[in-house]
């Protein structure tokens, strides 16, 4: 079966007892014991949930790995993830990353000992010199949030297996539908579910996939100790999301190329970043590495942060908000909302200033969200 047809039936057979085409929502904490420590499969539904289960079979299946984990958040799940690193692991991680993702990677050096060394991979110099020293994960976001830059994902993962590190990509930008890692030997995927897999800025949540089946029952053990589970009625959302994932992300992406073509060349921008123009430093490693470029265009303005905030003022159709990845178009300031946790040095070092805005084009016609950032631009 080809991707768009997978999205809805890889994983998902109509329900034995009754038919129903879509998953029932299974409200309940706990399931009764035949006798104690004999059940029917389920137990409590923090260890395991049956809406639940559907959803990370559908995950795993997608990112064509051995099975998935569904949790309460993108980082609930990278909370998870580095829960298999103890005190003294290393960590070689891409630069630009989710501001949150960075938050807790300092946490987790501060309070529990893991060192973690941030290298700009778009050069693989860079990450061959940084795996001279023993690495536990190399972990990567491509293209990274905000600036949409890309790690050459054959290379890296060649680089980090000789170095005997596991290597983990955050796929929430791309999605199984425009790039799957495992395919390519990445060990785990993370995800946002929260953006593109659900799709209707109705949900948080998140998820990791595993490559082997190993990973995938050692991070199921510590999913259940954590315990940063969703609940069944979030599951079933994402699932819902995740049967239109295709078509959303053709729509996502004929959106960021209108408003991509409107905003490059213009004399009250700066520098436009966006995978899908033949202009962007790593077009050609997007076009090698993945199928589609996405719905994500970052644009940094001339007039620095004064400029930002006046073209937000004007924007009509985009609404000022965290997040992205939805049906409607959102638009956010880094350097003062998602990325405001990283300190202004470093977040300027690698190019996230206080003129960048970044915009989640989402599936309204490609010619209104054009119109509305020509007309905002004029107010800068
Ligand atoms: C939003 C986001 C996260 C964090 O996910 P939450 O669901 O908000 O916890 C992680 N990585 C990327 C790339 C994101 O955009």
Not at 198 to 211: E, F, Q
Not at 253 to 265: C, F, I, N, T
Not at 268 to 294: D, F, I, W
Request: with cysteine.
């Amino acid at each position: 079966m080809r991707f768009d047809t997978r999205l809805l039936h890889d994983h998902q057979r109509p329900d034995p007892f009754t038919g129903a085409v879509n998953v029932p929502i299974y409200l309940s904490s706990t399931f009764r014991q035949i006798a104690p420590n004999r059940n029917q499969g389920w137990v409590y539904s923090r260890s395991g949930n049956p809406t639940r289960a559907a959803l990370e079979a559908a995950i795993g299946a997608l990112e064509s790995g051995a099975g998935g984990l569904a949790f309460s958040s993108g980082l609930g799940a990278l909370e998870t993830l580095l829960g298999a690193f103890p005190s003294g692991s290393r960590i070689v991680s891409v630069d630009d990353l989710y501001g949150g993702t960075w938050r807790l990677f300092e946490h987790h050096r501060r309070q529990f000992g893991l060192r973690i060394d941030y290298v700009d991979m778009s050069d693989l110099d860079r990450l061959r010199s940084a795996l001279r020293e023993r690495a536990d994960l190399v972990y990567v976001e491509t293209p990274t949030n905000p600036l949409l830059r890309l790690v050459d994902l054959d290379g890296a993962i060649a680089l980090a297996h000789r170095a005997r590190a596991r290597f983990a990509v955050d796929n929430t930008f791309a999605t199984p539908a425009l790039q799957r890692p495992i395919e390519r030997g990445a060990d785990i995927v993370l995800h946002s579910t929260t953006k593109y897999l659900g799709g209707h800025s109705d949900l948080v949540g998140g998820a990791l996939a595993l490559r082997s089946r190993r990973a995938l029952r050692d991070f199921a053990w510590l999913q259940n100790a954590i315990g940063a589970v969703p609940g069944p009625f979030d599951c079933y959302l994402a699932l819902r999301g995740l049967h239109t994932l295709g078509v959303r992300m053709r729509a996502h992406e004929q959106s960021a190329r209108a408003v991509a073509e409107v905003l490059e060349g213009h004399r009250r921008v700066e520098r436009v970043h966006y995978p899908g123009l033949s202009s962007h430093p790593q077009h050609r490693l997007a076009k090698r590495q993945m199928s589609g470029y996405g719905g994500i265009v970052s644009v940094e303005l001339a007039g620095g942060r004064r400029a930002a905030l006046a073209f937000l003022r004007k924007l009509r159709i985009f609404t000022l908000a965290e997040s992205l990845g939805a049906v409607e178009s959102l638009v956010d300031h880094p350097a003062s909302m998602t990325h405001a946790s990283v300190p202004r040095a470093e977040r300027e070092a690698h190019g996230v200033t206080e003129g960048l805005v970044r915009l989640s084009c989402g599936i309204e016609d490609p010619a209104d969200l054009a119109d509305d950032v020509r007309s905002a631009l004029r107010g800068t």
